[in-house]
Protein backbone atom coordinates (compact mmCIF):
# COMPACT_ATOMS: atom_id res chain seq x y z
CA UNK A 1 0.00 0.00 0.00
CA UNK A 2 2.55 2.39 0.93
CA UNK A 3 4.89 1.43 -2.23
CA UNK A 4 1.72 2.38 -4.31
CA UNK A 5 0.71 5.83 -2.83
CA UNK A 6 4.51 6.29 -3.26
CA UNK A 7 4.26 5.39 -6.86
CA UNK A 8 0.94 7.25 -7.11
CA UNK A 9 2.70 10.52 -5.76
CA UNK A 10 5.83 10.24 -8.02
CA UNK A 11 3.93 10.12 -11.20
CA UNK A 12 3.26 13.83 -11.88
CA UNK A 13 0.41 13.89 -14.28
CA UNK A 14 -1.85 11.63 -11.63
CA UNK A 15 -1.85 14.37 -9.02
CA UNK A 16 -2.27 17.03 -11.76
CA UNK A 17 -5.49 14.93 -12.96
CA UNK A 18 -6.83 14.79 -9.16
CA UNK A 19 -6.43 18.10 -8.16
CA UNK A 20 -9.87 20.58 -8.52
CA UNK A 21 -8.37 23.66 -10.16
CA UNK A 22 -7.89 23.44 -14.23
CA UNK A 23 -4.68 22.54 -15.60
CA UNK A 24 -3.63 23.10 -19.30
CA UNK A 25 0.62 22.63 -20.14
CA UNK A 26 1.80 24.64 -23.64
CA UNK A 27 4.88 23.89 -25.61
CA UNK A 28 6.52 26.96 -26.86
CA UNK A 29 5.07 27.45 -29.86
CA UNK A 30 1.78 27.74 -27.79
CA UNK A 31 0.04 24.59 -28.63
CA UNK A 32 -1.88 22.33 -25.74
CA UNK A 33 0.14 19.42 -24.52
CA UNK A 34 -1.68 19.24 -21.44
CA UNK A 35 -5.76 18.96 -20.01
CA UNK A 36 -6.34 17.89 -16.65
CA UNK A 37 -10.29 16.30 -15.91
CA UNK A 38 -11.03 19.87 -14.11
CA UNK A 39 -10.04 21.64 -17.34
CA UNK A 40 -12.71 19.58 -19.17
CA UNK A 41 -15.51 19.81 -16.64
CA UNK A 42 -15.38 23.22 -16.54
CA UNK A 43 -15.07 24.51 -20.09
CA UNK A 44 -16.62 21.61 -22.03
CA UNK A 45 -13.83 21.03 -24.06
CA UNK A 46 -12.63 17.59 -23.89
CA UNK A 47 -8.87 17.20 -24.37
CA UNK A 48 -9.12 15.47 -27.41
CA UNK A 49 -10.65 18.56 -29.23
CA UNK A 50 -7.70 20.80 -27.75
CA UNK A 51 -4.41 18.92 -27.81
CA UNK A 52 -2.01 20.30 -30.13
CA UNK A 53 -3.86 23.14 -30.83
CA UNK A 54 -3.20 27.06 -30.20
CA UNK A 55 -6.14 27.06 -27.35
CA UNK A 56 -6.31 30.88 -27.09
CA UNK A 57 -8.79 30.72 -29.75
CA UNK A 58 -11.18 28.69 -27.68
CA UNK A 59 -11.15 30.49 -24.21
CA UNK A 60 -9.32 33.53 -24.70
CA UNK A 61 -10.70 35.02 -28.09
CA UNK A 62 -12.89 38.06 -26.70
CA UNK A 63 -12.96 39.70 -23.35
CA UNK A 64 -16.17 39.79 -21.37
CA UNK A 65 -17.75 42.56 -22.96
CA UNK A 66 -16.54 41.33 -26.42
CA UNK A 67 -14.03 43.19 -27.51
CA UNK A 68 -11.26 40.90 -29.61
CA UNK A 69 -8.47 39.97 -27.04
CA UNK A 70 -5.25 39.53 -29.37
CA UNK A 71 -3.35 36.34 -28.61
CA UNK A 72 -0.05 38.75 -27.97
CA UNK A 73 -1.69 40.43 -25.44
CA UNK A 74 -2.26 36.81 -23.43
CA UNK A 75 -0.50 36.06 -19.95
CA UNK A 76 -0.08 33.06 -20.70
CA UNK A 77 1.94 32.94 -24.03
CA UNK A 78 3.49 35.80 -22.69
CA UNK A 79 4.52 33.97 -20.05
CA UNK A 80 6.35 31.44 -22.47
CA UNK A 81 8.33 33.84 -24.46
CA UNK A 82 9.88 36.09 -21.24
CA UNK A 83 9.76 33.37 -19.02
CA UNK A 84 8.10 35.58 -15.98
CA UNK A 85 5.40 34.01 -13.91
CA UNK A 86 1.84 36.08 -14.23
CA UNK A 87 -1.46 36.13 -11.81
CA UNK A 88 -4.33 37.04 -13.25
CA UNK A 89 -7.74 37.77 -11.64
CA UNK A 90 -10.36 39.90 -13.91
CA UNK A 91 -9.97 37.69 -16.75
CA UNK A 92 -13.15 35.12 -18.03
CA UNK A 93 -12.76 31.60 -19.93
CA UNK A 94 -15.20 30.87 -22.79
CA UNK A 95 -17.11 27.72 -22.86
CA UNK A 96 -17.53 25.03 -25.59
CA UNK A 97 -21.61 26.50 -25.58
CA UNK A 98 -20.86 29.71 -25.98
CA UNK A 99 -21.03 31.20 -22.45
CA UNK A 100 -18.05 32.56 -20.61
CA UNK A 101 -17.14 32.45 -16.47
CA UNK A 102 -14.77 34.83 -14.83
CA UNK A 103 -11.42 32.68 -14.09
CA UNK A 104 -8.48 33.52 -11.79
CA UNK A 105 -5.32 32.01 -13.12
CA UNK A 106 -1.32 31.74 -12.89
CA UNK A 107 0.95 30.88 -15.66
CA UNK A 108 4.33 29.63 -14.84
CA UNK A 109 7.49 28.77 -17.12
CA UNK A 110 8.36 25.08 -17.05
CA UNK A 111 11.89 24.40 -17.44
CA UNK A 112 14.24 21.28 -17.78
CA UNK A 113 18.11 21.55 -17.72
CA UNK A 114 17.96 25.39 -17.22
CA UNK A 115 15.99 25.33 -20.44
CA UNK A 116 12.35 26.88 -20.81
CA UNK A 117 10.71 24.26 -22.79
CA UNK A 118 6.71 25.74 -21.82
CA UNK A 119 4.29 27.05 -19.54
CA UNK A 120 1.88 25.38 -17.28
CA UNK A 121 -1.87 27.52 -16.59
CA UNK A 122 -3.56 26.62 -13.49
CA UNK A 123 -7.20 28.18 -13.35
CA UNK A 124 -10.27 28.36 -11.31
CA UNK A 125 -14.02 29.54 -11.70
CA UNK A 126 -14.66 31.94 -9.51
CA UNK A 127 -18.34 33.03 -10.44
CA UNK A 128 -19.52 31.53 -6.62
CA UNK A 129 -17.33 33.82 -5.01
CA UNK A 130 -17.99 36.98 -7.29
CA UNK A 131 -21.98 35.95 -7.11
CA UNK A 132 -21.40 36.41 -3.44
CA UNK A 133 -18.57 39.57 -3.34
CA UNK A 134 -21.33 41.16 -5.80
CA UNK A 135 -24.30 39.95 -2.94
CA UNK A 136 -22.12 41.69 0.02
CA UNK A 137 -21.25 44.98 -1.81
CA UNK A 138 -25.48 45.05 -2.41
CA UNK A 139 -26.11 44.06 1.25
CA UNK A 140 -23.66 46.66 2.54
CA UNK A 141 -24.72 49.58 -0.20
CA UNK A 142 -28.55 48.81 1.19
CA UNK A 143 -27.48 49.21 5.14
CA UNK A 144 -25.81 51.88 4.17
CA UNK A 145 -28.47 53.82 2.40
CA UNK A 146 -30.59 52.76 5.29
CA UNK A 147 -28.22 53.93 7.46
CA UNK A 148 -28.04 57.55 6.25
CA UNK A 149 -32.46 57.38 5.88
CA UNK A 150 -32.47 56.72 9.37
CA UNK A 151 -29.77 59.15 10.44
CA UNK A 152 -31.65 61.73 8.25
CA UNK A 153 -35.46 60.93 9.79
CA UNK A 154 -33.88 61.08 13.08
CA UNK A 155 -32.40 64.63 12.32
CA UNK A 156 -35.61 65.73 11.09
CA UNK A 157 -37.79 64.17 14.02
CA UNK A 158 -35.38 65.78 16.66
CA UNK A 159 -35.62 68.98 14.71
CA UNK A 160 -39.51 68.41 14.88
CA UNK A 161 -39.17 67.73 18.65
CA UNK A 162 -37.28 71.00 19.66
CA UNK A 163 -39.75 72.93 17.82
CA UNK A 164 -41.89 75.32 19.84
CA UNK A 165 -44.88 73.56 21.01
CA UNK A 166 -47.98 74.65 17.98
CA UNK A 167 -50.74 72.84 19.58
CA UNK A 168 -53.60 71.30 17.47
CA UNK A 169 -55.84 73.26 15.97
CA UNK A 170 -58.45 70.67 14.24
CA UNK A 171 -61.07 70.76 16.66
CA UNK A 172 -64.08 73.14 15.82
CA UNK A 173 -68.20 72.95 15.39
CA UNK A 174 -68.53 76.02 13.39
CA UNK A 175 -69.59 76.00 9.71
CA UNK A 176 -66.61 77.42 7.94
CA UNK A 177 -64.37 74.93 10.00
CA UNK A 178 -66.79 72.36 8.94
CA UNK A 179 -66.82 72.84 5.29
CA UNK A 180 -63.14 72.83 5.70
CA UNK A 181 -62.79 68.99 7.38
CA UNK A 182 -65.27 68.20 4.37
CA UNK A 183 -62.55 69.07 2.00
CA UNK A 184 -59.68 67.18 4.32
CA UNK A 185 -61.52 63.92 4.02
CA UNK A 186 -62.56 64.04 0.45
CA UNK A 187 -58.87 64.59 -0.56
CA UNK A 188 -57.41 63.07 2.00
CA UNK A 189 -57.16 59.50 1.04
CA UNK A 190 -56.29 60.28 -2.57
CA UNK A 191 -53.26 61.40 -3.81
CA UNK A 192 -53.67 64.55 -5.12
CA UNK A 193 -51.78 67.59 -4.58
CA UNK A 194 -53.30 69.94 -2.29
CA UNK A 195 -52.68 73.77 -2.04
CA UNK A 196 -53.51 74.82 1.61
CA UNK A 197 -54.54 78.46 1.58
CA UNK A 198 -54.58 80.43 5.35
CA UNK A 199 -53.54 83.25 7.41
CA UNK A 200 -50.51 83.08 9.41
CA UNK A 201 -51.23 80.84 12.73
CA UNK A 202 -54.27 79.07 11.15
CA UNK A 203 -52.91 75.72 11.63
CA UNK A 204 -51.88 74.87 8.08
CA UNK A 205 -49.57 72.54 8.91
CA UNK A 206 -52.17 70.53 11.79
CA UNK A 207 -54.25 70.54 7.84
CA UNK A 208 -51.34 68.80 6.14
CA UNK A 209 -50.52 66.19 8.83
CA UNK A 210 -54.57 65.00 8.96
CA UNK A 211 -54.04 64.90 5.35
CA UNK A 212 -50.98 62.11 5.11
CA UNK A 213 -52.55 60.40 8.01
CA UNK A 214 -55.46 60.09 5.96
CA UNK A 215 -53.90 58.69 3.21
CA UNK A 216 -52.18 55.07 1.96
CA UNK A 217 -49.24 56.51 2.70
CA UNK A 218 -49.52 57.40 6.03
CA UNK A 219 -47.12 54.42 7.35
CA UNK A 220 -44.03 56.76 5.52
CA UNK A 221 -42.95 59.82 6.30
CA UNK A 222 -44.33 63.28 6.41
CA UNK A 223 -41.57 65.44 5.16
CA UNK A 224 -41.58 69.23 6.06
CA UNK A 225 -40.00 72.28 4.37
CA UNK A 226 -40.18 75.56 5.26
CA UNK A 227 -39.38 77.70 2.18
CA UNK A 228 -39.06 80.75 3.74
CA UNK A 229 -35.97 79.72 5.94
CA UNK A 230 -33.42 78.88 3.56
CA UNK A 231 -31.73 80.75 0.14
CA UNK A 232 -32.27 80.07 -3.20
CA UNK A 233 -28.69 78.04 -3.33
CA UNK A 234 -29.22 76.53 0.03
CA UNK A 235 -32.90 75.39 -0.38
CA UNK A 236 -31.68 72.92 -3.31
CA UNK A 237 -29.48 71.52 -1.37
CA UNK A 238 -32.22 70.86 1.49
CA UNK A 239 -34.91 69.68 -1.19
CA UNK A 240 -32.45 67.45 -3.53
CA UNK A 241 -29.36 66.63 -1.20
CA UNK A 242 -25.84 66.52 -2.11
CA UNK A 243 -22.82 64.65 -2.57
CA UNK A 244 -19.88 65.26 -0.44
CA UNK A 245 -17.72 67.84 -1.61
CA UNK A 246 -20.53 69.37 -3.87
CA UNK A 247 -19.88 72.85 -2.07
CA UNK A 248 -17.66 74.71 0.84
CA UNK A 249 -18.99 72.78 3.96
CA UNK A 250 -20.08 69.78 2.29
CA UNK A 251 -17.94 67.01 4.06
CA UNK A 252 -20.09 64.12 3.38
CA UNK A 253 -23.45 63.19 1.31
CA UNK A 254 -26.34 64.10 2.33
CA UNK A 255 -30.17 63.08 0.81
CA UNK A 256 -32.55 65.79 0.65
CA UNK A 257 -36.09 65.75 1.44
CA UNK A 258 -37.21 64.86 -1.75
CA UNK A 259 -35.25 61.54 -0.98
CA UNK A 260 -36.20 61.23 2.58
CA UNK A 261 -40.12 61.28 1.65
CA UNK A 262 -39.90 58.63 -1.35
CA UNK A 263 -43.43 56.90 -0.85
CA UNK A 264 -44.29 59.50 1.80
CA UNK A 265 -45.44 63.02 1.41
CA UNK A 266 -43.51 66.11 1.07
CA UNK A 267 -45.04 69.36 2.89
CA UNK A 268 -43.09 72.65 1.32
CA UNK A 269 -44.68 75.56 3.76
CA UNK A 270 -44.55 79.06 2.67
CA UNK A 271 -44.39 78.25 -1.42
CA UNK A 272 -45.07 81.92 -1.91
CA UNK A 273 -41.57 82.63 -0.48
CA UNK A 274 -39.79 80.98 -3.48
CA UNK A 275 -37.94 82.48 -5.70
CA UNK A 276 -38.18 82.40 -9.38
CA UNK A 277 -34.88 80.26 -9.53
CA UNK A 278 -36.16 78.14 -6.64
CA UNK A 279 -39.68 77.68 -8.77
CA UNK A 280 -38.33 76.67 -11.56
CA UNK A 281 -36.34 74.15 -10.44
CA UNK A 282 -38.86 72.93 -7.92
CA UNK A 283 -41.12 72.41 -11.01
CA UNK A 284 -39.27 70.41 -12.73
CA UNK A 285 -39.08 67.92 -10.26
CA UNK A 286 -42.83 67.74 -9.58
CA UNK A 287 -43.41 67.17 -13.61
CA UNK A 288 -40.37 64.60 -13.84
CA UNK A 289 -40.34 63.24 -10.56
CA UNK A 290 -36.86 63.14 -10.70
CA UNK A 291 -33.63 64.83 -9.97
CA UNK A 292 -30.01 64.99 -9.31
CA UNK A 293 -28.31 65.63 -5.70
CA UNK A 294 -26.14 69.33 -5.86
CA UNK A 295 -22.96 67.72 -7.00
CA UNK A 296 -24.06 64.90 -8.79
CA UNK A 297 -24.80 63.50 -11.96
CA UNK A 298 -27.17 60.15 -10.81
CA UNK A 299 -31.34 60.95 -11.22
CA UNK A 300 -32.85 59.58 -8.47
CA UNK A 301 -36.57 58.93 -8.80
CA UNK A 302 -39.11 59.56 -6.05
CA UNK A 303 -42.64 58.92 -5.39
CA UNK A 304 -44.19 61.60 -3.49
CA UNK A 305 -47.23 63.43 -2.36
CA UNK A 306 -47.05 67.40 -2.41
CA UNK A 307 -48.91 69.21 -0.25
CA UNK A 308 -48.02 73.22 0.00
CA UNK A 309 -49.06 76.08 1.73
CA UNK A 310 -49.08 79.66 1.66
CA UNK A 311 -50.62 82.54 3.50
CA UNK A 312 -50.35 84.77 0.39
CA UNK A 313 -52.34 85.30 -2.52
CA UNK A 314 -50.24 83.41 -5.52
CA UNK A 315 -52.69 84.34 -8.37
CA UNK A 316 -52.04 87.99 -7.55
CA UNK A 317 -48.26 87.32 -7.42
CA UNK A 318 -48.59 85.09 -10.82
CA UNK A 319 -50.02 88.17 -11.92
CA UNK A 320 -47.04 90.29 -10.63
CA UNK A 321 -45.03 88.36 -12.19
CA UNK A 322 -43.17 87.21 -9.10
CA UNK A 323 -44.95 83.30 -8.97
CA UNK A 324 -45.04 81.16 -12.15
CA UNK A 325 -48.04 80.66 -13.30
CA UNK A 326 -47.00 76.75 -14.31
CA UNK A 327 -46.14 76.10 -11.38
CA UNK A 328 -49.19 77.39 -9.83
CA UNK A 329 -51.69 76.06 -11.58
CA UNK A 330 -49.52 72.37 -10.79
CA UNK A 331 -49.54 73.14 -7.16
CA UNK A 332 -53.20 74.38 -7.04
CA UNK A 333 -55.32 70.67 -8.15
CA UNK A 334 -57.14 71.00 -5.00
CA UNK A 335 -57.38 74.07 -2.66
CA UNK A 336 -58.19 74.19 0.87
CA UNK A 337 -58.52 77.48 2.70
CA UNK A 338 -58.34 77.41 6.49
CA UNK A 339 -60.66 80.31 8.38
CA UNK A 340 -59.19 82.14 10.35
CA UNK A 341 -59.88 82.44 14.00
CA UNK A 342 -61.95 85.19 14.00
CA UNK A 343 -64.26 83.27 11.33
CA UNK A 344 -64.68 81.11 13.53
CA UNK A 345 -65.24 82.62 16.88
CA UNK A 346 -68.12 79.70 18.23
CA UNK A 347 -64.98 77.54 18.16
CA UNK A 348 -63.61 79.17 20.42
CA UNK A 349 -64.47 76.98 23.56
CA UNK A 350 -63.40 73.61 22.13
CA UNK A 351 -60.10 75.39 21.28
CA UNK A 352 -59.14 76.40 24.76
CA UNK A 353 -60.12 73.56 26.23
CA UNK A 354 -57.61 71.15 23.66
CA UNK A 355 -55.24 73.62 23.92
CA UNK A 356 -55.23 73.84 28.15
CA UNK A 357 -55.15 70.12 27.65
CA UNK A 358 -51.65 70.53 25.79
CA UNK A 359 -50.31 72.77 28.40
CA UNK A 360 -51.13 71.19 31.50
CA UNK A 361 -49.01 68.45 29.88
CA UNK A 362 -46.49 71.12 28.89
CA UNK A 363 -46.39 72.89 32.08
CA UNK A 364 -47.26 70.08 34.59
CA UNK A 365 -50.55 71.95 35.34
CA UNK A 366 -53.64 71.09 36.21
CA UNK A 367 -56.28 73.82 34.72
CA UNK A 368 -60.00 72.54 34.05
CA UNK A 369 -61.15 75.38 31.71
CA UNK A 370 -61.81 78.84 31.13
CA UNK A 371 -64.29 80.83 32.78
CA UNK A 372 -67.22 82.79 30.77
CA UNK A 373 -66.13 86.30 31.80
CA UNK A 374 -62.66 85.53 30.11
CA UNK A 375 -64.43 83.42 27.13
CA UNK A 376 -66.74 86.26 26.25
CA UNK A 377 -63.40 88.89 26.55
CA UNK A 378 -61.64 86.32 23.80
CA UNK A 379 -64.61 86.24 21.75
CA UNK A 380 -64.83 90.29 21.39
CA UNK A 381 -60.77 89.97 20.33
CA UNK A 382 -60.17 90.31 16.23
CA UNK A 383 -56.93 87.27 16.72
CA UNK A 384 -54.83 88.95 14.07
CA UNK A 385 -52.67 86.15 14.75
CA UNK A 386 -55.14 83.40 14.57
CA UNK A 387 -54.62 80.24 16.97
CA UNK A 388 -50.90 80.74 17.44
CA UNK A 389 -51.67 84.22 19.19
CA UNK A 390 -54.34 81.80 21.31
CA UNK A 391 -51.93 79.56 22.23
CA UNK A 392 -49.41 82.14 22.95
CA UNK A 393 -51.91 84.11 25.29
CA UNK A 394 -53.31 80.93 27.07
CA UNK A 395 -49.79 80.03 27.85
CA UNK A 396 -48.96 83.15 29.52
CA UNK A 397 -52.49 82.80 31.56
CA UNK A 398 -51.80 79.55 32.48
CA UNK A 399 -48.01 80.22 33.92
CA UNK A 400 -49.51 83.11 35.83
CA UNK A 401 -52.44 81.78 37.63
CA UNK A 402 -53.00 80.20 40.41
CA UNK A 403 -56.71 78.88 39.91
CA UNK A 404 -58.17 75.24 38.55
CA UNK A 405 -59.96 77.69 36.29
CA UNK A 406 -58.59 79.99 34.18
CA UNK A 407 -59.60 84.16 34.50
CA UNK A 408 -58.05 85.39 32.16
CA UNK A 409 -56.17 88.91 33.13
CA UNK A 410 -55.13 90.36 30.18
CA UNK A 411 -56.74 93.33 28.61
CA UNK A 412 -56.97 93.22 25.01
CA UNK A 413 -58.72 97.10 24.66
CA UNK A 414 -55.24 98.06 25.90
CA UNK A 415 -53.68 96.64 23.31
CA UNK A 416 -55.72 98.77 20.41
CA UNK A 417 -57.12 101.65 22.87
CA UNK A 418 -55.70 104.66 22.12
CA UNK A 419 -54.08 107.52 24.51
CA UNK A 420 -56.08 110.54 25.38
CA UNK A 421 -53.31 112.94 23.99
CA UNK A 422 -53.57 110.45 20.50
CA UNK A 423 -57.82 110.60 20.21
CA UNK A 424 -58.92 111.47 16.57
CA UNK A 425 -62.02 112.41 15.10
CA UNK A 426 -64.62 109.07 13.92
CA UNK A 427 -64.05 109.81 9.96
CA UNK A 428 -59.94 109.70 10.75
CA UNK A 429 -60.70 106.40 13.36
CA UNK A 430 -62.70 104.63 10.92
CA UNK A 431 -60.52 105.44 7.67
CA UNK A 432 -57.53 104.35 10.10
CA UNK A 433 -59.63 100.98 10.87
CA UNK A 434 -60.63 100.33 7.63
CA UNK A 435 -56.78 100.66 6.28
CA UNK A 436 -55.78 98.32 8.71
CA UNK A 437 -58.07 95.34 7.91
CA UNK A 438 -57.17 96.36 4.27
CA UNK A 439 -53.43 95.65 4.98
CA UNK A 440 -54.02 92.57 6.81
CA UNK A 441 -56.04 91.29 3.96
CA UNK A 442 -53.64 92.95 1.63
CA UNK A 443 -55.58 95.03 -0.11
CA UNK A 444 -58.17 92.08 -1.39
CA UNK A 445 -61.71 93.99 -0.81
CA UNK A 446 -64.10 90.96 -1.82
CA UNK A 447 -64.04 87.82 -1.62
CA UNK A 448 -64.48 85.04 1.92
CA UNK A 449 -60.89 86.55 2.81
CA UNK A 450 -61.76 90.37 1.56
CA UNK A 451 -61.74 93.78 3.78
CA UNK A 452 -65.79 93.68 2.99
CA UNK A 453 -66.05 90.78 4.37
CA UNK A 454 -64.43 91.36 7.89
CA UNK A 455 -65.97 94.69 8.07
CA UNK A 456 -69.45 93.71 7.61
CA UNK A 457 -69.89 95.38 4.67
CA UNK A 458 -71.31 94.82 0.91
CA UNK A 459 -68.44 95.27 -1.31
CA UNK A 460 -69.85 98.28 -2.94
CA UNK A 461 -70.40 99.65 0.84
CA UNK A 462 -66.79 99.64 1.11
CA UNK A 463 -65.61 101.32 -2.07
CA UNK A 464 -67.75 104.51 -1.45
CA UNK A 465 -66.77 104.67 2.21
CA UNK A 466 -62.64 104.45 0.51
CA UNK A 467 -64.18 106.90 -1.80
CA UNK A 468 -65.33 109.18 0.89
CA UNK A 469 -62.08 108.86 3.00
CA UNK A 470 -59.62 109.26 0.35
CA UNK A 471 -58.00 105.52 0.43
CA UNK A 472 -56.01 104.65 -2.00
CA UNK A 473 -53.45 101.81 -2.12
Known amino acids: MKNTLKQFLADSELLLNAVGEGVYGFDLAGKAVFIN ?12 ELLGKNIHQYHHHSHANGDEYPVEECQIYNTMHDGIERRVTNEVFWRKDGSCFPVEYTSTPVYKDDKRIGAVAVFRDVSQQRLADDNLRKALQQVQELTEKLQAENTYLQDEINETWSGSGLEGISKPFKQMLKQIKLVGQTDSTVLILGENGTGKEVVARNLHQLSERCNSPMMKVNCAAFTSSLL ?4 FGHE ?3 FTGANERRKGRFEQAHQGTLFLDEIGELSLEAQSKLLRVLQEREFERVGGSKTIQVDIRIIAATNRNLLEMVADGQFRMDLYYRLNVFPIEVPSLRERIDDLPILCDSILQQLNHKLKKHITGVNKRSLYKLSQYS ?35 PKVSEVKTLAEAERDHILAVLDECKWRIGGTRGAAKILGLPDSTLRSKMKKLHIKR
Open 383 to 417: WPGNIRELQNILEREVILTTSRVLDVKQSFKALIQ
Open 37 to 48: PAAEQMTGWKSS
Open 244 to 246: KGA
Open 236 to 239: ESEL
